[in-house]
């Protein structure tokens, strides 16, 4: 089959095309012919030799695809051949074959296409399992989303509004924070506005979810409402950071964080299970959609991860790997 490898760990161009042998599905494991790949910032770091493959996993990177299942390994009930899925993927994406977890797959959402569905699955388990799972998020409290033009943001505020949040995001040109307003959020734009004055004027946010870190750290402390809880999820800006943890003893803070990637076969069924019952019901009615920023073939996924590492995307960035 063909693939895309890192080369080396380094900038975008250590992208190139190799030959590999189609991977062989094992006990509970589905083999997926790919249709469209997903490109995340997990991608890019793992290129950069920043976030290396968990044990066991493909050293290829690509954390979503969707297509067709073509085989099956021992065990496998959920899935027959012929069925088009999307599936979260510990890795291998970015090729013509990968396996999966049988229960890490889940049905192309009634009126999406393949494309559309290679978006779903590293936002929607992320987003779900942040958001809900881990920060408790009910209807009636303000929720912050940071990076709100980004795959997971552009998801997490549909899915707040869907629950009945009130929500606020932020991002950094007019151009982005319009795209925010429209999705139905408050934008915050980073560059003119402190997004702590913000909050602090609508009594503070009952829940963060940050991918900045750094210097953003202790002003989310400071945004919290009493009784709020952050959620970090990734460092753009870098992990370290001051705290007064005086501040989240006596308010009550809940600090915590999370990364998919590592977490247990078992963890990540659970997550898509309640994406079965509770999000892909809002996909097919049409509350929570698919935004996609660019397309590229295949064979330029250096150019999709420049598009990446740009930061000027909206949404998703995708590769097709098929046809579909």
């Known amino acids: 089959m063909n693939a895309i490898e890192i080369t080396e760990f380094g900038p ?3 992208l190139q095309p190799r030959r590999r042998a189609v991977p062989v599905p ?43 299942v073509v085989g099956l390994g021992a065990g496998v009930t959920r ?15 970015y090729a013509e074959y990968v396996i999966c977890n049988a229960d890490h797959a889940l049905a192309i959402p009634k009126g999406l296409t393949l494309r559309e569905a290679a978006c779903l699955p590293e936002t929607a388990y992320t987003v779900w399992s942040t958001m809900v799972m881990r920060g408790g998020l009910k209807a009636g409290e303000r929720f912050l989303i940071h990076g709100g ?59 963060i979810i940050d991918m900045v870190g750094g210097s953003y ?23 370290k950071a001051d705290l007064n943890f005086a501040q989240i003893m006596m308010r009550r803070l809940t ?16 997550i898509a299970d309640q994406l079965r019952a509770h999000v892909w019901p809002l996909v097919e009615s049409g509350k929570v959609r698919v935004m996609i920023d660019s397309e590229f073939p295949f064979e330029q996924a250096a150019e999709a991860h420049k598009r990446m590492e740009s930061s000027q995307h909206i949404g998703k960035i995708v590769m097709q790997v098929a046809g579909g």
């Open 12 to 14: 975008a161009d250590v």
């Open 26 to 68: 094992g006990n509970n494991q589905i083999l997926i012919k790919v249709a469209w790949a997903g490109v995340n910032r997990p991608d890019v770091a793992q290129r950069a030799g920043s976030y290396r493959a968990p044990p066991g996993a493909s050293d290829l990177p690509g954390l979503e695809a969707s297509g067709e």
């Open 79 to 93: 899935w027959k051949k012929g069925d088009r899925v999307t599936a979260l993927l510990p890795g291998g994406g």
């Open 149 to 207: 033009t980004s795959g997971i943001g552009v998801m997490a505020i549909q899915i707040a509004l869907a629950i009945g949040a009130r929500v606020w995001a932020t991002a950094g040109s007019a151009e982005k924070c319009a795209q925010i307003e429209k999705l139905g959020a408050t934008a915050i734009n980073y560059r003119d506005q402190d997004f702590v004055a913000v909050m602090e004027q609508e009594g503070g946010a009952d829940l």
């Open 217 to 239: 750290i202790p002003r989310n402390i400071k945004t919290l409402a009493d009784d709020g809880r952050l959620v970090q999820i990734a460092f753009l800006e870098g992990p």
């Open 255 to 270: 600090v915590t964080g999370a990364t998919l990637r590592p977490q247990s076969d078992l963890a990540k069924a659970r």
